[in-house]
């Protein structure tokens, strides 16, 4: 089990779907400031990923080898790298008032550039997991 799970309890991440135009406006600090948030490429997170699991060498699991294969993948990085992940006080997931609360304020804000908000659950029945081919034969 992963943390995600083992808690009991539901988390949630909210992930900004942008525009080569994004920047990071005042008003957008300003926000994540407050709630001690920051953003992330999920490109740039996936790569984080693979890079802790080569260093722990726990490579030889499914997510792993998926994540691997997305980030080699020229169409996928281009997709990842305009996606932004919500960090709050430096966690992936978090409870779902705050989720709701800062994607709330984000629309507020009408940034041009976020053309979408997406709020993911931990809940791995609602999340895309790893294709067959990369899952352990037993």
Request: with cysteine; net charge negative.
């Amino acid at each position: 089990m992963s943390y995600y799970t083992d808690h009991g309890e539901i988390l949630y991440q909210i992930r900004l779907n942008v525009n080569k135009q994004f920047t990071v406006n005042e008003d957008l600090n300003s926000l994540l400031e407050v709630h001690d948030a920051s953003l992330i490429c999920q490109y740039d997170a996936f790569v984080n990923f693979i890079n802790e699991c080569e260093s722990k060498d726990e490579t030889d699991n499914p997510l792993y080898k998926w994540t691997k294969e997305t980030i080699e993948d020229k169409n996928k990085k281009i997709k990842y790298k305009n996606i932004y992940s919500v960090l709050i006080n430096k966690q992936q997931v978090y409870k779902e008032e705050i989720a709701d609360s800062i994607i709330n304020k984000i629309e507020e804000l009408n940034i041009i550039s976020v053309e979408s908000i997406d709020k993911f659950d931990t809940q791995p029945k609602n999340n895309p997991q790893p294709p067959k081919k990369f899952r352990n034969k037993t």
